[in-house]
């Protein structure tokens, strides 16, 4: 045990605090934690893009690849589904759809671990991206809970994570810092009033839905340049 220990580095200790608050998110949400649950999913994301800041400025272990992905397993694509479960009145009709989900995840994972396209951009959207998504639905509150609109979103995220389309990281300040504060006051509100939970999810919900189509719009950015460049 000693061993495994002292082949750690710090990126990986960041990593298991990243699985950990997905399998806490689990627990408080057997035991009625309705809003927390989904809250510490995004606590867990942050904990995920903090291991990957950490290892890039030090260096990582030889298992923290897979152990990252072990971790992403459980935050965002166990913990969603079974807190996604939990809320759902009629279990059996969103069952089907939140287990495309995982599989969509798993394959995600497992091919994000052999292959990369490119240094500034993921192939297929992040399974953290999806955990994020399900949890800012969620909290958003029961009233706009709606099965059917679950079931959708879990679809939609399912094959966007096993498509070949490029997400970019967002690794860039001007897009982390007003991410950062999102989440932050997204996390901190649970703590003065759900109210302002519900809010902040709104729009961390539209965040996501603007990162979803993100390829469209950089697509399409991309022709309207270059067809200025041939009329020019």
Do not use: W
């Not at 580095?9 to 998110?25: E, I, Q, R, S």
């Not at 759809?97 to 297929?124: K, V």
């Not at 919900?205 to 067809?227: C, D, F, H, Q, R």
């Amino acid at each position: 045990m000693n061993l495994i220990f002292r082949a750690l580095k710090l990126p990986d200790y960041v990593t298991l605090l990243n699985a950990l608050f997905g399998v806490v998110a689990i627990i408080l949400v057997m035991d009625g934690f309705t809003y927390m649950a989904p809250l510490l999913i995004l606590v867990a994301a942050v904990a995920d893009g903090l291991d990957g800041q950490i290892a890039r400025r030090f260096s990582s272990s030889e298992i923290g690849g897979n152990l990252d992905s072990l971790a992403d397993v459980i935050s965002f694509g166990v913990a969603p589904v079974i807190i996604t479960y939990s809320y759902s009145g009629e279990k059996y009709m969103l069952l089907p759809a939140l287990a495309f989900y995982f599989i969509c995840g798993i394959l995600r994972l497992a091919r994000f671990n052999t292959m990369h396209l490119g240094f500034n951009s993921f192939s297929g959207l992040p399974i953290t991206a999806g955990g994020i998504a399900i949890s800012a639905y969620l909290l958003m509150g029961e009233s706009f809970f709606n099965e059917y609109i679950m079931a959708i979103i879990a679809l939609i995220l399912g094959m966007l994570m096993i498509s070949n389309i490029p997400y970019l990281k967002a690794r860039e300040k001007k897009i982390l810092l007003p991410l950062t504060m999102v989440f932050a006051m997204t996390i901190i509100s649970y703590a003065v009033d759900i109210r302002y939970t519900h809010l902040m999810a709104f729009l961390l919900s539209g965040l996501m839905a603007i990162y979803l189509v993100s390829p469209i719009i950089k697509k399409t950015e991309e022709g309207k340049n270059a067809a200025k460049r041939s009329n020019n």
